[in-house]
């Protein structure tokens, strides 16, 4: 009698004895669970199966998957029973390994396009499939990124991109691909110079193996189709651009960049010939366009297949794949420079630094003496850090044209990215002798005279480093380099430093005003079962990260990212999510800081790098009637005791919309509220991902999400808290 775990799917148990009936299996254990299918490996006497139970939608594919298994027995699984109106499955083991050596690839390629060529010429296997309309897939790929999102949608409701990726990434993508997709189409029409055959679907390498005697078998082909030979290709190259690339070389007569590639795709196009599939010339014209095409279906499918299993993986898939799709677009653009410069344009609006920096390098390779080009390829670096490359191309750009006005303020705001205010007004000075009328070099010099006085504030024993977010950085949301690297230097020097409009004051105010519905009953003093005291009449709370407080523009501000990310590495995460309220009448709160030095031992060096820090938004204005935070400036070199012998205290007032950044290393303190309202601050703290906060959530998780949350934020949410849902996620695994 099989043995079923009571946390299975209840509807999964009259399969589940439905298999083990047919091949008197004595145990069962779950392979995979999601949208699109439930996997089981049964095991009895005779050795394993699998039992694969399909969604309503793909049902269809069993009859099919049926005739596959039949027609190829060398190459695929063997079917032992299947119940096609319940989606019931049940194959054979195929005693294989996985195919994880070059050579297995190559095989499995070679032996694929023999399969390929060998199903053109069964039309009746071929009837039990969908043929694919390669003129209908741009339009259902645009029609799957613009869907709305459905937070809530049922077992073969249809969902589109915003349901795996979230509506921003969604969106992105369709805005990106939108303006290249006339570009992706004239490719995927020289695909129909192929005919349409057996294609797998999903050949990436967990449905390749190869078996005992050294032949590959491919497993899972309820996703198959018919379409033109090369569809599947992306999945087996974990990409599309590559493999065109490569079969474009060899369409030229040139030699591979990626001999690895190139031999796969050559054992493929062979495996098509031997059968007679089609001539080399003919398949390296159209492979190409075969491939992109699969791309775009493949993304496109996952909309009939809602569900909560593997959600977030299939949108990583998705990003992977449509990046991807970028990437050829840019490739076929660098061909022709006027249109690879009007996509360096529309990147650049989108904050594509690399993709319009590639794109430029490209047609500067072909016009390398053109000041204009260099100057905005070496705009391009310095907005990357990249400044040895900023500054050999501007350079250059100056030695060809000395009066080039674009090319000297460049170099200006490369020398204060430097920090090298003195040499940055000289050449702003030398630009407006040749230039006076000039209002961009003009309002450079303002800036540079804005940058000194920072600098002479901050030096004061009670100051500290207060720096304005300009109108523009705000509406192109992200901090131009030569800001960013002022910020880094203050914090740097006196681990704390204030950052001035950096949000509305309305949308401050907005999220004061949720903050107060959804928080407004620990606005007492009193006993919070769900928050920790700080201090008198000051408590923390842990907040849920919903479609207010978890916006994307609070929670991973482009003006503020590029500033964490510097300082603790690309791959942080924000560890803690927080606010603290100091009720009217709480009294100063005693210096400290937020956590213990990370080694006990003597002799341990005080001067480490920054591993976490906190962005401090007031809900309301920190001042002196509602309390700011006091800095002990420069503390976080110092020790405990060396600390409280500093004298340099600094006590911020930070009105709404500004941002207090401060290190985790840094003494402070909150201030005494002598005001009559309630004094919140919301807390991001962000650190080096193996950091965790063991000392001030004892009580509180360190961050909540509001149901459905994860599921639809962006991947640039993702990449900071998505940790926290991972770790939850394995805690409740049963093993």
Same mark, same amino acid.
């Given at each position: 009698m099989l043995n079923i775990d009571p946390h299975w799917p209840a509807s999964h148990t009259k399969a589940l004895h439905w298999a083990a009936g047919r091949m008197a299996a004595e145990r069962a254990e779950p392979i995979a669970h999601s949208g699109w299918s439930s996997t089981y490996c049964l095991v009895g006497p005779k050795g394993k199966a699998y039992l694969k139970l399909l969604p309503q939608v793909q049902r269809h594919q069993i009859a099919a998957t049926l005739a596959v298994a039949r027609r190829f027995r060398a190459q695929v699984p063997a079917i032992i029973g299947a119940e096609p109106e319940q989606g019931w499955l049940l194959v054979t083991d195929h005693q294989g390994v996985d195919a994880d050596s070059a050579e297995d690839h190559d095989k499995a390629a070679q032996a694929y396009g023999r399969l390929q060529g060998k199903a053109l010429q069964d039309r009746q296997l071929l009837a039990h499939f969908e043929v694919v309309d390669l003129d209908r897939l741009w339009p259902d790929l645009r029609d799957f990124l613009a869907r709305p999102l459905v937070a809530d949608a049922r077992p073969g409701e249809p969902v589109g991109g915003a349901y795996f990726m979230g509506p921003e990434d969604a969106a992105r993508y369709l805005r990106l691909l939108e303006r290249r997709a006339e570009r992706l189409q004239s490719l995927i029409a020289r695909a129909h110079r192929l005919p349409g055959t057996l294609d797998h679907g999903d050949l990436n390498a967990g449905n390749l193996a190869i078996r005992p005697d050294g032949k590959p078998v491919f497993i899972d082909w309820d996703d198959a189709f018919v379409g033109p030979a090369g569809m599947s290709l992306h999945s087996l190259f974990s990409g599309c651009v590559l493999p065109i690339m490569q079969l474009q070389r060899m369409a030229d007569g040139q030699p591979p960049t990626d001999e690895q590639v190139a031999r796969r795709l050559l054992a493929y196009l062979k495996g098509l010939e031997s059968v007679g599939y089609a001539d080399r010339a003919t398949l390296l014209a159209s492979v190409p366009g075969a491939?992109?095409? !699969?791309? &775009?279906?493949?993304?496109?499918?996952?909309?009939?297949?809602?569900?909560?299993?593997?959600? #977030?993986? %299939?949108?990583?898939?998705?990003?992977?794949?449509?990046? !991807?799709? &970028?990437?050829?677009?840019?490739?076929?653009?660098?061909?022709?420079?006027?249109?690879?410069? #009007?996509? %360096?344009d529309d990147y650049e609006r989108d904050q594509e630094w690399p993709r319009a920096m590639r794109l430029v390098q490209d047609v500067l390779a072909r016009a390398p003496q053109t000041p204009a080009l260099l100057t905005r390829y070496g705009t391009l670096a310095l907005r990357q850090a990249d400044l040895d490359t900023a500054r050999e191309a501007l350079g250059e750009a100056l030695q060809l044209d000395p009066a080039h006005l674009d090319a000297s303020l460049a170099l200006a705001r490369l020398h204060m990215t430097r920090g090298d205010l003195g040499h940055a007004k000289a050449v702003v000075v030398e630009a407006l002798a040749e230039q006076p009328g000039s209002e961009a070099a003009r309002a450079l010099r303002a800036r540079i005279d804005e940058f000194e006085r920072v600098r002479v504030a901050a030096r004061a024993p009670a100051g500290l480093g207060r720096i304005r977010v300009t109108a523009q950085e705000r509406r192109q949301g992200h901090l131009e380099p030569e800001t960013l690297a002022l910020v880094i230097e203050q914090f740097d020097r006196y681990g704390a430093v204030q950052l001035d409009e950096v949000f509305d004051p309305a949308f401050v105010a907005r999220l004061q005003a949720h903050f107060e519905q959804k928080y407004g009953r620990h606005f007492h003093d009193g006993h919070h079962p769900h928050a920790l005291r700080t201090g008198d009449k000051r408590y923390m709370l842990t907040l849920e990260l919903d479609e207010a407080l978890g916006d994307p523009a609070l929670v991973a501000s482009g003006l503020l990212l590029p500033f964490v990310r510097s300082r603790?590495?690309?791959?942080?995460?924000?560890?803690?999510?927080?606010?603290?309220?100091?009720?009217?009448?709480?009294?100063?709160?005693?210096?400290?800081?937020d956590f213990s030095p990370l080694f006990r031992e003597k002799g341990w060096k005080l001067?480490?790098?920054?591993?976490?820090?906190?962005?401090?938004?007031?809900?309301?204005?920190?001042?002196?009637?509602?309390?700011?935070?006091?800095?002990?400036?420069?503390?976080?070199?110092?020790?405990?005791?060396?600390?409280?012998?500093?004298?340099?205290?600094?006590?911020?007032?930070?009105?709404?919309?500004?941002?207090?950044?401060v290190d985790y290393k840094t003494a402070h303190a909150g201030r005494a509220n002598r005001g009559d309202h309630v004094r919140p601050i919301v807390c991001l703290a962000y650190a080096r991902p193996w950091f965790r906060d063991s000392i001030n959530h004892r009580k509180q998780p360190p961050m909540r999400f509001q149901p459905g949350y994860v599921a639809t934020a962006p991947k640039r949410v993702l990449d900071l808290v998505g940790w926290w849902q991972r770790d939850l996620e394995l805690a409740q695994v049963d093993v």
């Amino acid at each position: 009698m099989l043995n079923i775990d009571p946390h299975w799917p209840a509807s999964h148990t009259k399969a589940l004895h439905w298999a083990a009936g047919r091949m008197a299996a004595e145990r069962a254990e779950p392979i995979a669970h999601s949208g699109w299918s439930s996997t089981y490996c049964l095991v009895g006497p005779k050795g394993k199966a699998y039992l694969k139970l399909l969604p309503q939608v793909q049902r269809h594919q069993i009859a099919a998957t049926l005739a596959v298994a039949r027609r190829f027995r060398a190459q695929v699984p063997a079917i032992i029973g299947a119940e096609p109106e319940q989606g019931w499955l049940l194959v054979t083991d195929h005693q294989g390994v996985d195919a994880d050596s070059a050579e297995d690839h190559d095989k499995a390629a070679q032996a694929y396009g023999r399969l390929q060529g060998k199903a053109l010429q069964d039309r009746q296997l071929l009837a039990h499939f969908e043929v694919v309309d390669l003129d209908r897939l741009w339009p259902d790929l645009r029609d799957f990124l613009a869907r709305p999102l459905v937070a809530d949608a049922r077992p073969g409701e249809p969902v589109g991109g915003a349901y795996f990726m979230g509506p921003e990434d969604a969106a992105r993508y369709l805005r990106l691909l939108e303006r290249r997709a006339e570009r992706l189409q004239s490719l995927i029409a020289r695909a129909h110079r192929l005919p349409g055959t057996l294609d797998h679907g999903d050949l990436n390498a967990g449905n390749l193996a190869i078996r005992p005697d050294g032949k590959p078998v491919f497993i899972d082909w309820d996703d198959a189709f018919v379409g033109p030979a090369g569809m599947s290709l992306h999945s087996l190259f974990s990409g599309c651009v590559l493999p065109i690339m490569q079969l474009q070389r060899m369409a030229d007569g040139q030699p591979p960049t990626d001999e690895q590639v190139a031999r796969r795709l050559l054992a493929y196009l062979k495996g098509l010939e031997s059968v007679g599939y089609a001539d080399r010339a003919t398949l390296l014209a159209s492979v190409p366009g075969a491939i992109c095409a !699969g791309v &775009l279906r493949f993304v496109a499918h996952f909309g009939r297949f809602p569900g909560e299993g593997q959600r #977030a993986a %299939a949108g990583r898939t998705m990003r992977r794949r449509l990046s !991807g799709l &970028l990437d050829l677009a840019d490739w076929l653009a660098s061909r022709e420079p006027a249109t690879a410069l #009007a996509d %360096a344009d529309d990147y650049e609006r989108d904050q594509e630094w690399p993709r319009a920096m590639r794109l430029v390098q490209d047609v500067l390779a072909r016009a390398p003496q053109t000041p204009a080009l260099l100057t905005r390829y070496g705009t391009l670096a310095l907005r990357q850090a990249d400044l040895d490359t900023a500054r050999e191309a501007l350079g250059e750009a100056l030695q060809l044209d000395p009066a080039h006005l674009d090319a000297s303020l460049a170099l200006a705001r490369l020398h204060m990215t430097r920090g090298d205010l003195g040499h940055a007004k000289a050449v702003v000075v030398e630009a407006l002798a040749e230039q006076p009328g000039s209002e961009a070099a003009r309002a450079l010099r303002a800036r540079i005279d804005e940058f000194e006085r920072v600098r002479v504030a901050a030096r004061a024993p009670a100051g500290l480093g207060r720096i304005r977010v300009t109108a523009q950085e705000r509406r192109q949301g992200h901090l131009e380099p030569e800001t960013l690297a002022l910020v880094i230097e203050q914090f740097d020097r006196y681990g704390a430093v204030q950052l001035d409009e950096v949000f509305d004051p309305a949308f401050v105010a907005r999220l004061q005003a949720h903050f107060e519905q959804k928080y407004g009953r620990h606005f007492h003093d009193g006993h919070h079962p769900h928050a920790l005291r700080t201090g008198d009449k000051r408590y923390m709370l842990t907040l849920e990260l919903d479609e207010a407080l978890g916006d994307p523009a609070l929670v991973a501000s482009g003006l503020l990212l590029p500033f964490v990310r510097s300082r603790l590495g690309d791959d942080c995460v924000m560890t803690t999510y927080t606010a603290v309220i100091s009720l009217p009448g709480a009294q100063d709160q005693l210096m400290h800081k937020d956590f213990s030095p990370l080694f006990r031992e003597k002799g341990w060096k005080l001067n480490v790098p920054c591993w976490s820090l906190q962005a401090i938004v007031p809900l309301v204005p920190m001042n002196e009637a509602t309390g700011g935070t006091a800095i002990w400036k420069g503390t976080q070199r110092m020790g405990e005791r060396r600390s409280r012998r500093q004298t340099d205290v600094h006590v911020p007032q930070v009105p709404l919309g500004s941002v207090l950044l401060v290190d985790y290393k840094t003494a402070h303190a909150g201030r005494a509220n002598r005001g009559d309202h309630v004094r919140p601050i919301v807390c991001l703290a962000y650190a080096r991902p193996w950091f965790r906060d063991s000392i001030n959530h004892r009580k509180q998780p360190p961050m909540r999400f509001q149901p459905g949350y994860v599921a639809t934020a962006p991947k640039r949410v993702l990449d900071l808290v998505g940790w926290w849902q991972r770790d939850l996620e394995l805690a409740q695994v049963d093993v």
